[in-house]
């Protein structure tokens, strides 16, 4: 196998990581509302409690998908120059 195609594989396994990697974190990021609910639920009185560890799940969430998400396209580039 020559360089180029052993390069091609390797960023091939690194894409399928990746975006197994961003699927968890969207897994995640839609599981973060599991706090809300269950505050409106279970303690009405610790509402804002559960309001914080959504809004903090969900944006930890959403920084992450976007860096994954911008390797992606890094990779994408990287093949189509090979």
Known sequence: MDKKTIQKN????EYKKLLQT???ILLF???SVL???SSF???PERLALGLLLTFLIS???YFKYKEI???LDNIIN???GL
Do not use: F, H, S
């Open 22 to 24: 961003q699927n968890v």
């Open 69 to 71: 998400d911008e390797n």
């Open 59 to 61: 944006l930890v969430a």
């Open 35 to 37: 706090p809300l609910i």
């Open 29 to 31: 990021g839609t599981t």
């Open 41 to 43: 639920v279970w303690y």
């Open 10 to 13: 390797i960023l091939d396994l």
């Open 78 to 80: 990287k093949i189509k």
